[in-house]
């Protein structure tokens, strides 16, 4: 019972620190983000937890298989005219073990040594823009770093990718780049969608980067992202996260690489989803 009584000790101080969440429709760009700001002396971010698409479904769904049984148990011991409750979980309580569960992850990421030196605890999971009201409610404080990337340049590479790891399933589902560049475009809408309504209605809590600048310019990005953490921007330590980040998670990005993939009915087709979501992102729109 003591040690059960400090582990929530401790859950309740980290509970008290600033969180931020890196998230994307893409990959590209994320793992760069984390692994600056986990080189700042005052910010933990790990990842990936898949708290929301792995965890939090897993949770729920034991929850939900619990309170049936216990419907059920209840149900069997009033018509024996026994006495007893069988109540089951409610949705506050299914809220307090998700967020319970993260905490218990985020406190094995920080050594008790440590604890008094991190201002900021992150973690990246890109899938997480899919389910930021979740989080929302979880941690009300939270912060959310959305790394954006051109979403034509995206679906070339994912269709590389699938390609060469597809063993005939996804050349049957998509028997042309232009069928795939069209279901791409309308998931990558919703998914940049949903990141940038959380902005509009929690300006101060979302920083959107585009995975371009970093390339190009990456210490004034950088030295924002800092700022947006609330802790320090000094130029050595802006310039040591910039130095970690492309050791460890280099930008292997070919900006306009999908100008040699689409063809003009794939243009058109990703253009019909998305063409105002690239004008909005600064992505040029070409014919």
């Known amino acids: 019972m003591e040690e059960y009584l400090k582990a929530h000790d401790r859950l309740g101080r980290l509970l008290k620190k600033d969180f931020v969440f890196v998230v994307g429709a893409t990959r590209w760009g994320t793992s760069w983000v984390q692994q600056c700001l986990d080189t700042h002396p005052k910010v933990l971010c790990k990842g990936e937890g898949h708290f929301t698409d792995s965890l939090f479904p897993g949770l729920a769904k034991l929850v939900d298989q619990y309170n049936q049984d216990a419907e ?6 009033q018509l024996a005219g026994l006495p007893g409750n069988a109540a089951g979980f409610t949705f506050d309580d299914v809220e307090y073990l998700m967020r319970t569960a993260v905490m ?7 050594p008790d040594d440590k604890e008094d030196e991190i201002a900021c605890i992150g973690e990246k999971t890109p899938e997480h823009v899919l389910s930021l009201e979740l989080l929302d ?18 679906a070339a590479s994912a269709w590389d990718f699938n390609m060469g790891i597809s063993k005939g399933e ?10 795939f560049a069209e279901t791409f475009a309308r998931n990558w809408s919703r998914s940049v969608g949903a990141a940038r309504r959380f902005g509009r209605l929690n300006r101060r809590r979302y920083y959107q980067i585009r995975a371009e600048d970093l390339v190009e310019e990456p210490a004034p990005i950088v030295r924002r992202l800092f700022r947006f953490c609330d802790v320090e921007d000094k130029e050595d330590i802006v310039q040591a996260g910039i130095k970690h980040a492309y050791q460890i998670a280099p930008l292997d990005l070919d900006p306009g690489v999908w100008k040699r993939r689409f063809d003009d009915d794939a243009t058109r087709r990703f253009h019909r989803q998305s063409g105002e979501l690239l004008k909005l992102l600064n992505y040029t729109v070409a014919a």
Do not use: T
């Open 170 to 179: 996804f050349p049957r589902r998509y028997p042309s780049f232009a069928d």
């Open 104 to 110: 218990l992850m985020f406190q094995r990421w920080i």
């Open 137 to 154: 409610r979880l941690f009300p404080e939270m912060r959310i770093v959305h790394v954006v990337r051109d979403g034509r340049d995206e």
């Open 72 to 77: 059920r148990i209840g149900n069997r011991m």
